[in-house]
């Protein structure tokens, strides 16, 4: 039986996989992960004592057991960011998404503070089979494993743009001091539901969309400041799959 389910699994990686483009991109908070290199090199390392100490869950809150396989959502809504998560504060995670066993020489994107973990997303379609360990002291918990599925959303619902500033909402009328972008408390940042979706964003106050707009880039860190004092009313609106969010608005005055 459970080689008959490997095979069916095999089967349907291939046949998922076929056409898909590729892609990549590391965001601050979201890794939009739509490549994967195959290394099928085993890694032999020592185990930590306990088990269960690293996995997988959704940001939406769903927790997901070892060797199963799940499907997600592209887009990177809540439901379709994949989080490392620790029962320890006090290790380091690795992540591979080929299947090859992680460490700290086998690695995708670099180790992990699980006090603070990158959220991994995909805007294609396709199949991945992540594993993910913990390390304390050169010494590794047994791999936790989890093939997803990721699938376009026949319905996707797009909430409108966020706008917030050194990770606190704003809405209305807000002034920020001018800066060249390297103060946090000093930059606009727009957030959407979906982090690959494309923002389409104006500050003449009238509203955006993909035929008139200030500036258009994908919505996965976006950030805007300005050198010199000014005011702007932004409008932003998020699209993906060609649908369309409500329109965002914010006045800002850019201020010495």
Same mark, same amino acid.
């Given at each position: ?25 590391? +965001? *601050? ?8 290199? $195959? @290394? &099928?090199?085993?890694?032999? %390392?020592? #185990? ?28 990177? +809504? *809540? ?8 029962? $320890? @504060? &006090?290790?380091?995670?690795? %992540?591979? #998404? ?159």
């Amino acid at each position: 039986m459970r080689t008959m389910c490997r095979v069916m699994i095999g089967a349907l990686v291939l046949w998922l996989g076929a056409g898909c483009a590729t892609q990549e991109d590391a +965001p *601050p908070e979201v890794v939009q992960e739509d490549m994967v290199d $195959r @290394d &099928d090199t085993a890694v032999p %390392v020592p #185990r930590l004592a306990e088990t269960g100490i690293a996995s997988f869950r959704s940001a939406a809150g769903t927790r997901f057991r070892t060797e199963t396989i799940v499907t997600l959502p592209t887009g990177g +809504p *809540p439901s379709g960011r994949l989080v490392p998560t620790s029962s $320890r @504060d &006090d290790v380091t995670l690795y %992540v591979t #998404r080929d299947g090859s066993v992680p460490s700290a020489a086998n690695n995708w994107d670099g180790p992990i503070d699980p006090r603070e973990p990158r959220a991994i997303s995909r805007p294609l379609e396709g199949v991945a089979s992540y594993r993910i360990v913990a390390e304390h002291d050169g010494e590794y918990s047994v791999p936790f494993t989890l093939t997803v599925i990721w699938e376009h959303e026949e319905d996707p619902q797009v909430d409108g743009p966020v706008f917030s500033v050194n990770g606190r909402e704003v809405s209305g009328s807000v002034s920020i001091p001018v800066s060249d972008g390297g103060n946090p408390a000093a930059r606009l940042e727009i957030v959407c539901t979906y982090v690959s979706s494309m923002l389409y964003i104006t500050r003449d106050g009238t509203d955006p969309s993909v035929d008139n707009y200030w500036r258009s880039q994908p919505c996965d860190g976006t950030y805007i400041w300005s050198p010199d004092p000014s005011a702007a009313e932004y409008r932003a609106l998020a699209v993906w799959r060609g649908v369309t969010s409500p329109v965002a608005s914010l006045d800002v005055e850019w201020t010495d």
